[in-house]
């Protein structure tokens, strides 16, 4: 195998390099606390799409900054007693999918809960307003202006309110709720867990926001990180305020997270994957604390992994 980071027997090992801010529990626990005080309303709304065996609805509620947050939602029809649910995650710039997709999981008795990123491809709204520079992307987005502006921060939110509400809806077993995602949604579904302690598994696949100045020294910080790079060319061309900056970023950075997950996780991860590198998949991973897994593809990169879907239903089966 060749190599584009670093070997095995190093990625084992490797914990991250990216600043971690020194408050980063409190600031999580005070914007969970805020998250909370929002409640779990939400609005249902019946799709114009249908399938035997399941309802489809549009869902609707009130995120960070009063954003209004968009996800798809489909349940079994005739069911009885409470059930588990599934939490879905989309890639950067997409959205939440058709409803077609999930009917698998509703055929074997699941609700399902997809939601879309604020800002990105679907419907959910982008509200909360930043000083300075957002030229390229979501990852800079309030970087010059207070911590609980940045982009991730809310969107990390956005998924543990969605986890919240599924929890609570009458006919969810909120012992039985996983969380799955590639990529951006991987990343997203990492987050999920750490800020939602009784999340029961999660299965993220070469997932995105972890570890960036890892990202940025590899000269990697291209594609789906490349806001980085953008971001001191306009705003710091010299780097005078680069730890500064790596550690706000430190604040959505899922290495820096991945302490707080208590569920079980079984992480995806490509050996060849440059626009996610392997090394910032596993500062993640090796900080993970609770039951967990990784499947290595050795020869794919950021790419479908063969298999990967049917294996990540069957883990989720299993609850």
């Known amino acids: 195998m060749s190599l584009i980071d670093m070997p095995l027997e190093e990625l084992r090992k490797y ?8 408050d980063l529990d409190e600031f999580w626990d005070r914007s969970i606390a805020d998250m909370e005080a929002l409640g779990t309303d939400y609005e249902l709304e019946p799709a114009a799409f249908q399938a035997p065996g399941a309802e489809c609805y549009h869902l609707w509620f009130t995120g960070m900054g009063g954003a209004r947050i968009h996800g798809k939602l489909l349940r079994p029809k005739a069911r009885e007693g409470k059930l588990p649910a599934v939490l879905m995650f989309h890639g950067y ?31 959910s709204e982008d509200i909360i307003p930043v000083k300075g520079n957002t030229l390229n992307g979501h990852i800079i987005r309030g970087l010059e202006d207070e911590p609980e502006k940045l982009y991730f921060r809310n969107v990390f939110l956005d998924c543990a309110q969605l986890a919240r509400i599924v929890m609570a809806l009458p006919y969810v077993d909120e012992t039985r709720v996983a969380a799955t995602g590639g990529s951006q949604g991987g990343g997203l579904t990492l987050a999920c867990a750490a800020l939602t302690p009784t999340l029961n598994r999660a299965a993220p696949v070469y997932p995105f926001l972890s570890d960036y100045r890892r ?35 430190g604040y959505v950075d899922n290495h820096n997270l991945a302490h707080r997950i208590r569920c079980r996780v079984r992480m995806y991860t490509g050996l060849m994957d440059t626009i996610c590198p392997p090394s910032s998949q596993f500062a993640a991973y090796n900080r993970i604390e609770s039951d967990k897994e990784i499947v290595l593809y050795p020869d794919f990169g950021h790419e479908g992994l063969p298999d990967s879907d049917d294996d990540i239903m069957k883990y989720i089966l299993e609850m």
């Open 15 to 22: 914990r991250g390099i990216n600043e971690c801010p020194a």
């Open 215 to 249: 990202v940025w020294e590899m000269d990697l910080a291209k594609a789906a990180y490349e806001d980085i790079t953008q971001f001191f060319r306009h705003t710091d061309p010299t780097h005078a305020h680069e730890k500064e900056t790596f550690t706000k970023l």
């Open 93 to 123: 710039t997409g959205d939440c999918g058709s409803f077609s997709s999930k009917l698998g999981y509703v055929g074997a008795g699941y609700v399902v809960a997809a939601l879309d990123c604020r800002g990105q491809g679907g419907l």
